[in-house]
């Protein structure tokens, strides 16, 4: 596609449900990241997939949030028992190789509500 | 480790008036710096970036910055702002070798006002 997609747009949840937020990176793009954007908090990095080698997760806040990244194209981050301060904005990007000097190419994110 | 600091949360400026926005970081390697600008309701948009080379850089939309490695600075200028430069700027930084993960500011709102 022109640019990265991410849905759904928006999601509001009750505590303690699991949400799926999806990623469609830019085609031929062989990295990808997850980052969670929450108030007043910047971009925090959350995981890192480069091709077929093992993703970074070394930024995931816990062990309730996983991603996968199917076929090397489409990632799925999952947070399962949702908890409030999970409340901020997913914002997923991709690359064409994953250098310091690549660009990153940011979706418009998802906006996740946890009531 | 590295990290970065935008000192100002947010900016209020008339337009056609300049406008910095500063940035500083902390590292104790060299790093690549960016400077990303987020419009509301999308995602980040990079404005302009220094690797290496000439210490001035220029980008996107009229913006500069300047590299200043002894104030360990990277601050983004504009010499008249529009209306529509209105959003959320996010300065970066990356070590050269090894990762590609950014070390993100906690942005600078920049708000024009007519």
């Known amino acids: 596609g022109a640019g990265v997609s991410q849905s759904p747009s928006n999601k509001v949840t009750e505590k303690g449900k699991d949400v799926e937020l999806r990623c469609d990176p830019i085609?031929?793009?062989?990295?990808l990241y997850w980052y969670r954007q929450s108030l007043g908090q910047g971009l925090e990095f959350l995981i890192y997939f480069q091709g077929n080698s093992a993703p970074d997760k070394s930024g995931l806040p816990s062990d309730r949030f996983s991603a996968e990244r199917t076929g090397g194209s489409v990632s799925t981050l999952t947070i399962q028992r949702t908890q409030q301060e999970d409340s901020a904005v997913y914002l997923c990007?991709?690359?064409?190789?994953?250098?310091?000097?690549?660009?990153?190419?940011f979706g418009a994110g998802t906006r996740l509500s946890v009531l | 480790a590295q990290s970065v600091t935008q000192l100002d949360s947010q900016v209020p400026v008339f337009e056609e008036a300049p406008v910095e926005l500063r940035c500083n970081y902390s590292s104790s390697v060299s790093v690549y710096l960016f400077w990303y600008v987020q419009y509301p309701n999308q995602g980040l948009q990079l404005l302009l970036k220094y690797l290496s080379g000439s210490t001035l850089v220029k980008g996107i939309n009229g913006f500069e910055a300047e590299f200043n490695k002894s104030q360990t600075s990277f601050h983004l200028r504009k010499p008249s702002v529009h209306i529509s430069d209105t959003a959320e700027y996010f300065c970066a930084v990356i070590p050269p070798s090894g990762t590609y993960k950014y070390i993100f500011g906690t942005g600078t709102r920049l708000k024009v006002l007519a």
């Open positions: 990007a991709s690359s064409l190789v994953g250098t310091g000097k690549d660009i990153q190419y």
């Open positions: 085609s031929g793009h062989t990295a």
